[in-house]
């Protein structure tokens, strides 16, 4: 006899190869509590609506119990030939508590069970990384507030362009990750409906209550199309390309801390617990934390992508191609939730060498817009001709290897005779950060507002 779960009609066992490449149980048993969540959740309702007796649905709980501790404490025994996570746990449900165990699956499909387990998984994964990215945005925001007044160059086209405070740089990245915590919940949102009584992919007979399993398990709503709800994995798409976008925020902060500790930026330091040496280079110190979260965001598009190729030419509704879904999200989602740990943790590890920022935002003319700005407002000049004047004063600058703050009155007089000695007062990179209080703007005044409204509300939300 054939012992597996549909062996029915079939007289001999599987290939070794069809074994081989049909069983996911090797990577969908992360399932396990989940689809002891939606069994029990199934046999509640089963004897609720009368299609199975108390008793039995008694036993299964029971049942179920006993096989999720054994799972806990590493006892449960897992075979290949088993297939999947539904059936090895109905199979060791049957052999410990016989045949009712064998009415456990009235009424629901692995199709339909799968598609609910893993909607469970996403939304967990979902929750924790989350509360991860909270805590992210707080360490980054108190930083923000702690180096609001610490100037340092901004740049575009990694090119010095004008100084700017760390902490407006810091609290970039928290708008970033705020708007990808939104992007989560919506997900969320959307895809908390319960695929289960979807059955196979055309609903049942039986008398079921699809409100009660999804009221159980912590969903809004039963997803209205038992089509649908088997054969779409979209929630796992949406929570990946967020997941995606999220790493892509994190994979560019890693990779301005990758510049930022280098030599010739030395703008930051990160301690022994973020760093490795070299086994060659003694005075080595490695970002390795950064450059990984950079290496790993192209893990989690590979997921996506991956994902999006597995589903686009299939019909509906449930197809095994399916179950190629697991691994992706479960990498993807799991990956960034390391990244952000790994973030979390270099953010509040890293210290800023103010010094070499301040030098740094002073060098290479970064003042040149408050320059002409200056010419601007004093002269009443049309900003294209102080653009104009600018660029012939920091050739002078550049010719005599003087900063902009040191050419003397009289060469800018050579250039522009209406430039006062006022003007020196423009040309400081702190005065330079200081003046730009527009809304949004980089001024110490702003930021500190900024990081405090934001460090209110997202506190308020971890202790909610
Ligand atoms: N292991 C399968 C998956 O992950 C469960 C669903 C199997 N359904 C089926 N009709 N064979 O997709």
């Not at 119990?65 to 088993?82: K, Y």
């Not at 929630?235 to 280098?262: C, D, G, P, Q, Y």
């Not at 104009?388 to 522009?416: F, K, N, S, W, Y």
């Amino acid at each position: 006899m054939n012992s597996r779960m549909w062996g029915g009609r079939f007289a001999q066992g599987p290939d070794a190869v069809m074994e081989e490449i049909n069983a996911s149980i090797d990577f969908d048993r992360k399932l396990f509590p989940q689809d002891i969540a939606a069994s029990k959740a199934q046999a509640d309702m089963l004897a609720a609506c009368g299609i199975i007796t108390a008793d039995d649905a008694e036993k299964i709980r029971n049942g179920l119990d006993t096989i999720l501790r054994e799972f806990e404490a590493g006892s449960f025994t897992f075979s290949r030939a088993l297939e999947d996570v539904h059936t090895h746990i109905e199979a060791r449900l049957i052999e410990l508590i016989g045949s009712a165990g064998g009415r456990l699956h009235t009424a629901r499909s692995r199709n339909d069970q799968v598609a609910t387990d893993l909607r469970l998984w996403v939304r967990d994964a979902i929750d924790a990384i989350d509360t991860k990215l909270l805590d992210l945005q707080i360490a980054l925001a108190e930083k923000g507030l702690e180096h609001a007044t610490v100037v340092m160059p901004g740049f575009t086209h990694l090119q010095t362009a004008q100084p700017v405070t760390f902490g407006h740089h810091l609290m970039a990245y928290v708008e970033m990750l705020g708007r990808d915590r939104s992007r989560f919940a919506d997900a969320r949102r959307r895809m908390n409906e319960s695929p289960l009584g979807a059955a196979a992919l055309a609903g049942t007979s039986f008398p079921i209550d699809r409100e009660a399993t999804a009221k159980a398990l912590g969903f809004d709503r039963p997803a209205a199309n038992s089509l649908d709800a088997v054969s779409d994995r979209d929630f796992a798409v949406e929570a990946m390309a967020v997941a995606s976008l999220t790493a892509v925020h994190l994979s560019r902060f890693a990779e301005e801390i990758v510049i930022w500790s280098s030599a010739g930026f030395n703008f930051v330091t990160l301690s022994d617990r973020f760093t490795t040496g070299s086994s060659i280079m003694p005075q080595k110190r490695n970002p390795d934390a950064a450059e990984l979260v950079r290496a790993k965001t192209g893990r989690i598009i590979g997921s996506l992508n991956a994902l999006l190729i597995v589903l686009k030419g299939l019909p509906l509704a449930y197809q095994k191609d399916m179950q190629e879904d697991k691994e992706p999200v479960f990498d993807a989602l799991e990956t960034l939730d390391l990244c952000v740990t790994a973030t979390l943790g270099m953010v509040r590890d890293m210290e800023p060498n103010k010094a070499a920022m301040r030098k740094a935002a002073g060098e290479a003319y970064a003042t040149a817009t408050d320059l002409a700005d200056w010419l601007v407002q004093s002269l009443d000049m049309p900003f294209r001709e102080a653009h104009e004047v600018t660029g012939r004063v920091v050739q002078r600058a550049e010719a005599t290897h003087r900063p902009l703050h040191r050419v003397p009155l009289e060469d800018l007089q050579a250039i522009e005779p209406r430039i006062t000695a006022e003007v020196y007062g423009v040309l400081g990179v702190t005065q330079s950060a200081a003046s730009r209080t527009s809304q949004g703007g980089t001024a110490p005044v702003n930021v500190r507002k900024e990081a405090r409204r934001w460090l209110k509300r997202l506190k308020k939300e971890a202790s909610d």
